[in-house]
């Protein structure tokens, strides 16, 4: 694997707290991860969302922030970037994914039609449902087994979404929904073949076709790798084909494009694009900024020019890679393939003795706070159950990994704690719900202990460098 293709020149301390606080910190927390202050956190994996670190190409020309509310040069240069990068007509700026995702359903979704999808993406099934949507999971099985070595997890079943579609009728599906690198199945990525064939069917049938292309470029990257027919294509003319496939897409900028906010739609369609505007106007802004500021325009446009750099995005999905090889090794289990942007630990397999109604992931994700200051995310039942709906499904742990921000030595520390934890799994606690908000209750859902969580001490503290005398 080669080095990263950047220098540091910028960094911001952090520290490991002891124990004690760690542990007073995580109760305060409600056992939530999402509660916990950033100073009393060590290395920080909970999401790879608006965490990457910018460039100095970013930074210099966020100094070229046009802030004029209307006609702003900076959005000029953002709409001339995705143009050149992704290549649809049209931009509409959001503060980020999600206001993107409720402009998109406020647009396209009517009371009672479905979203057929790929697995779903929390806030973009909670829009689609807010809008009147029922959202249907047209996943390939392979996406919801964690220990299957498929390696397009991400790709849809087309003869279950055609079967779909045909027994519904075409007037009751307000949008096809695919995502690009599957969050929810572990980062994994759709096939060009499965892209294709979908884009296909959707003009075959006449119903909207939009990506989530949150994550496009690493799935750009895995379909040169994984597809034999592509492994010789640029990466810029892989990403060009994906968004060429699709009516358009919604993006969450702060992943792929290096930015600590922004997001946007994208697509062709010209009435569309004005419904959207007349829309992004109550919600967000102008049409010119949409919820951002002139010099986050800037440092966006600049970003989706670096999310097309092979070199950088082959970087940070090695340290994907280094960090799963690394914990499979050493025997934890983890969703293979290995994805792109985390590494998801398996806490069914973790913790067998947690049922799933005690949050074995929200308990594990806990632990590892509490062993070594890592905080990471929970994608299991918390997140995932709809309403009171049955759940048994995906329990997993997500280890983000920032874009650009961490070295190798702190994911080999992350490993040594993720190992520590392993080692006396038998004594983690499953937990019960105290407090429940109606929406995403994952952000802000509190726990309590069903048990005494094992003291870890301050072991883990990084070993201190021995300096030659
Ligand atoms: C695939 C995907 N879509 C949409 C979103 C929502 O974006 P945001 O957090 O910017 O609102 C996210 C955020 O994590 C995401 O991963």
């Known amino acids: 694997m080669q080095p990263p ?37 060590f290395i920080d994996l909970l999401t790879d969302s608006g965490t990457s670190a910018v460039s100095q190409e970013q930074r210099a020309a966020m100094e070229l922030g046009d802030e004029a509310y209307a006609g702003s040069r900076s959005f000029r240069r953002l709409e001339q970037a995705m143009r050149d990068v992704y290549g649809w007509r049209h931009l509409i700026p959001t503060h980020q994914g999600r206001g993107a995702e409720h402009l998109l359903a406020r647009a396209l979704v009517r009371a009672g039609q479905l979203v057929p999808s790929n697995l779903y993406f929390t806030t973009s099934r909670v829009h689609a449902e807010l809008a009147g949507a029922t959202w249907v999971d047209v996943s390939v099985p392979e996406a919801k087994d964690p220990e299957s070595r498929y390696p397009f997890k991400g790709d849809i079943d087309v003869p279950r979404l055609r079967e779909l579609i045909v027994r519904e009728g075409r007037e009751r599906i307000a949008f096809v929904r695919q995502e690009a690198c599957l969050n929810m199945a572990g980062g994994q990525p759709f096939s060009l073949d499965n892209l294709r064939a979908v884009h296909a069917l959707t003009r075959e049938l006449e119903v909207p076709f939009f990506l989530d292309a949150t994550r496009s470029s690493e799935n750009a990257l895995f379909i040169k790798e994984l597809e034999p027919l592509h492994a010789q294509r640029s990466l810029p003319e892989i990403i060009r084909e994906i968004a060429s496939l699709a009516d358009g897409a919604v993006f969450s900028s702060k992943k792929d494009h290096f ?15 004005q419904r959207l505007r007349e829309d992004v106007v109550v919600f967000e802004g102008f049409p010119h900024y949409g919820g951002l500021a002139g010099h986050d325009m800037e440092a966006l446009a600049q970003g989706i020019r670096e999310a097309a750099d092979e ?86 742990v997500r280890l983000t990994i920032p874009r650009r921000a961490y070295t190798r030595e702190h994911l080999d520390y992350v490993v040594e704690v993720v190992c520590e934890v392993h080692g006396r799994r038998e004594e983690v606690p499953g937990l019960v719900l105290t407090y429940e908000p109606e929406h995403l209750r994952f952000f802000q859902a509190r726990f309590s202990p069903l048990g005494t969580f094992p003291s870890f001490g301050d072991a883990s503290e990084p070993a201190a460098v021995p300096i030659p005398s």
């Open 5 to 41: 293709p950047y220098k540091i020149k910028v960094v911001e301390p952090i520290r490991l707290v002891d124990a004690d606080r760690r542990s007073r910190a995580l109760a305060d927390a409600g056992c939530n991860t999402f509660l916990l202050d950033s100073d009393d956190v």
């Open 259 to 273: 930015v600590p906010i922004g997001g946007f739609v994208a697509l062709d369609d010209d009435e569309l694009a």
């Open 311 to 396: 070199a950088i995005v082959r970087s940070y999905v090695g340290q994907a890679q280094y960090l799963g090889a690394r914990l499979e090794e050493r025997g934890i289990p983890i969703v293979v393939p290995v994805g792109a942007h985390a590494v998801f630990v398996d806490a069914k397999r973790f913790l067998p003795h947690v049922p799933q109604e005690q949050f074995p992931a929200q308990a594990l994700a806990a632990a590892l706070y509490l062993a070594g200051g890592v905080r990471t995310m929970e994608r299991g039942i918390v997140s995932g159950q709809h309403g009171r709906d049955p759940y048994d499904g995906l329990e997993l």
